[in-house]
């Protein structure tokens, strides 16, 4: 599964949009991109994923580049408690998350 | 709610002695799969069951054993915990394995090694 890197961390002001990006330059034609999240001592939340079209839902919207080397994810209206270490992983055949460090965000009041 | 639960949330147990954590689902999920987190790491994968069947990672120690009764239940068992298996323990399921389908966590248990 293809390797994915994200910034170590980011700020965002509560109630601006929050963009996380994520590069995945080797990602293969079948694997999907997800996002999920972590609160501080929860399980991981899944956000979201997508292959080839950007999509939408309750929670955040997902744009992939159109040679799917990169994607962003992107949280409207940000809240505190949206504060979390957000991964991207990319998804293939194993059917394995591999985790990397993800992007720690930090929504300030 | 369909839902991963996980108990207990905290385990503390002593150096060498067993201890067992517990997964369950309500969402009738064939596949089942344990995590280890470590503080200040990311999620590393020990091991799954597709079904009945059991995938082990190829780094994940002997001292690891997972049992899974039935759908329902998945079991993770440490037979001589060392000071390094403390960590938070997730499990997760996904519905059929089927390339690219979503897995969903349970809120974990952080095991404590006395």
């Known amino acids: 599964d293809a390797k994915t890197t994200q910034p170590t961390s980011m700020d965002c002001a509560e109630g601006r949009a929050a963009n996380l990006p994520c590069n995945h330059s080797t990602i293969s034609g079948n694997e999907y991109v997800y996002w999920y999240r972590q609160i501080h001592s929860q399980g991981p939340q899944y956000i979201i994923h997508g292959l080839k079209n950007n999509e939408t839902n309750e929670m955040a919207s997902l744009i992939i580049t159109e040679d799917r080397k990169s994607s962003t994810l992107i949280l409207p209206h940000a809240t505190l408690r949206d504060t979390a270490v957000y991964y991207c992983?990319?998804?293939?055949?194993?059917?394995?998350?591999?985790f990397g460090t993800g992007t720690l965000l930090a929504v300030q009041p | 709610d369909a839902m991963v639960i996980q108990n207990p949330r905290y385990q503390v147990t002593q150096f060498g002695k067993p201890v067992t954590l517990s997964c369950s689902q309500t969402l009738n999920h064939n596949v089942m799969y344990w995590y280890q987190q470590k503080s200040s790491q990311a999620p590393k994968l020990l091991f799954h069951?597709?079904?009945?069947?059991?995938?082990n990672e190829a780094d994940t120690p002997d001292n690891f054993q997972s049992r899974r009764p039935n759908t329902s239940f998945c079991f993770l068992d440490i037979r001589s915990p060392g000071l390094g298996d403390a960590a938070m323990y997730l499990c997760a399921t996904q519905a059929d394995g089927r390339e690219g389908e979503t897995q969903y966590f349970g809120p974990g248990t952080r095991l404590l090694v006395l």
């Open positions: 992983i990319a998804l293939g055949g194993t059917n394995k998350l591999i």
């Open positions: 069951y597709y079904d009945k069947d059991f995938n």
